[in-house]
């Protein structure tokens, strides 16, 4: 009897474990929301800003490139630079697992990692001083500045073309944690090549400094991964339409909800952008929103899986309509951004 493979499974033999693992799953979740799921979406962030930085001769193979990371984009580089012959140094953040931390080693980076830290405003300042240090050291060595270098969004117009190609003739608005704004700005401004409405729905914890929720405090909120402590460049405002800011409970209430509905396991910023969208998707039925699913559960299980029994139900959460960031306050407010530098542009 033959081998019956549906015509959706890809059987192509991969060169590297970066263009397997660069491919995403598109996974419906309702009528106009499609979750895109990977592995660990900033591959292509490094696959992108490596090849170009390759390409002009900025780095050539032996070179060592450095940044700083909380985890999934460390993971990411160190993939790259085992492709393309590059040393890999990583400063890694207090949030980062005894897992990612193995594979780095393995991978042959070098990895300085914060000791244990409460505030991780602190952890994200100290990782900019420690790479401060190093190039002093080091003249040699490449700072990729992950969050401040646009060569980071470069890699994301192969995946706008993706998402063209299975969602064709699709009006699409994109649900994603705004992060280091890399993934955002490089997927969005492709997509709106092709229709400039395309809305952009950015989501933030609170405490972030990039879009002014920087004066509250949320003890539990994992910021180092979908939020902002410090500046970053690579954070274009004037991009996003919408902006939604919610507490770790709801962000949490999320990532439950979409493994008990859609058995997704997907970390915190997924599954805060999946109960965004729940709301975007009642509020504009004409377009399919596109969630942005940037990495897996796992290093989630102890602060986020482990206790689902007292996560809140998403289906009686909803957030309060502000005007102007005077009236932003947790647990979840949301506000039309309009694409301005800043909100009173």
Known sequence: MPFLVPPAIS?????????????????RLA???????????????????VRALLADGTVRPGDTLVDSSSGIYALALAMVCHRYGLRCHIVAST??????????????????????????????GRRVDRIHQLLRADTGMHWM??????VHCL????????????????RLAVVASVGTGASSAGLIQPLRLHDPSTPLVGVQPFGSVSFG?????????IIAGIGSAIPFGNVRPELYDQLHWLS???????????????????????????????????????????????????????KVFARHREAL??????????????ELAPPWSAMAWGRRHHPGA
Do not use: W
């Open 11 to 27: 059987t192509t033999v991969h060169d590297h474990i970066t263009d397997g693992i660069r491919a995403p799953s598109l996974i």
């Open 31 to 49: 009528d106009n929301v499609v979750l895109i799921r990977f592995e660990t979406l900033k591959i292509y962030a490094a696959l992108g800003a």
């Open 95 to 124: 949030t980062v697992t005894s897992t990612i931390r193995v594979q780095l080693e393995i991978l042959g980076a070098t990895v300085d990692q914060m000791p244990a830290e409460s505030d991780l405003r602190l952890d994200q």
């Open 145 to 150: 500045r992950q969050y401040h270098d646009p």
């Open 155 to 170: 890699g994301y117009a192969e995946l706008a073309d993706l998402v063209r190609l299975a969602l064709p003739d699709t």
């Open 213 to 221: 929720s920087e004066r509250f405090q949320d003890p539990e909120a």
């Open 248 to 302: 770790f409970q709801h962000a949490m209430a999320g990532t439950i909800g979409l493994m008990r509905a859609h058995a997704v396991f997907a970390g915190l910023s997924t599954g805060a952008a999946y109960l965004v969208a729940a709301q975007e998707a009642r509020r504009h039925p004409e377009r399919t929103l596109l969630v942005i699913g940037a990495d897996t559960g796992h290093r989630y299980v102890e």
């Open 313 to 326: 139900d998403p289906d009686t959460l909803k957030p309060t309509e502000i005007g102007s960031l005077d």
